[in-house]
């Protein structure tokens, strides 16, 4: 019985280790709205947990030329799936002082973008978009099975 659980005692830290998966990732880019800049305008990434909710890891604002610049390093367990959302209020109208969104973008930093060591080796690039078009929405785990429709991309805030 002692042995068991110092066998047990022992092999879980290493089971642990084994299964977690530390990345990080550099991701820029820039966005506009109607060819003007979308400025400062919140961006958030989140780690894709595909039972539970999402894990916010970041939140930052566009520049003033609606540049965005993103550095991020962290565990996971299993696997590090990031990914980028903004809530989309380009266009969007104001209804009793608050401006509600037009929909949302996601997306997911593609793996080869994603370096398996605690400081990014790899720059994702997402260019230039225009949030008046159709935006890029890439729904992961249930949201793609149910076409998204799990995923909050309605959100108000002070106009």
């Known amino acids: 019985m002692i042995?068991?659980?110092?066998?047990?005692t022992l092999l879980t830290p290493i089971s642990v280790a084994l299964l977690t998966d530390q990345g990080s990732f550099f991701v820029r880019?820039?966005?506009?709205?109607?060819?003007?800049?979308?400025?400062?305008m919140p961006i958030e990434t989140f780690e894709k947990n595909?039972?539970?909710?999402?894990?916010?890891?970041?939140?930052?604002?566009?520049?003033?030329?609606?540049?965005?610049?993103?550095?991020?390093?962290?565990k996971d367990l299993v696997f590090f799936n990031p990914y980028i959302y903004v809530p989309n209020y380009c266009l969007a109208e104001t209804y009793n002082g608050l401006k509600c969104t037009t929909g949302a973008m996601m997306i997911q930093i593609p793996r080869e973008h994603?370096?398996?060591?605690?400081?990014?080796?790899?720059?994702?690039?997402?260019?230039?978009?225009?949030?008046?078009?159709d935006v890029?929405?890439?729904?992961?785990g249930l949201g793609?099975?149910?076409g998204g429709f799990l995923v909050n991309t309605h959100y108000c805030m002070a106009a």
């Open 136 to 140: 890029p929405f890439e729904a992961q």
């Open 29 to 40: 880019g820039i966005l506009t709205c109607n060819g003007n800049a979308y400025s400062k």
């Open 50 to 74: 595909y039972i539970f909710k999402d894990d916010l890891l970041t939140t930052t604002t566009t520049n003033d030329d609606g540049s965005f610049y993103i550095k991020y390093s962290g």
């Open 114 to 133: 994603i370096s398996a060591s605690l400081a990014p080796d790899s720059e994702f690039v997402v260019g230039e978009i225009d949030m008046a078009n």
């Open 144 to 146: 793609r099975i149910f």
């Open 3 to 8: 042995k068991q659980l110092l066998l047990i």
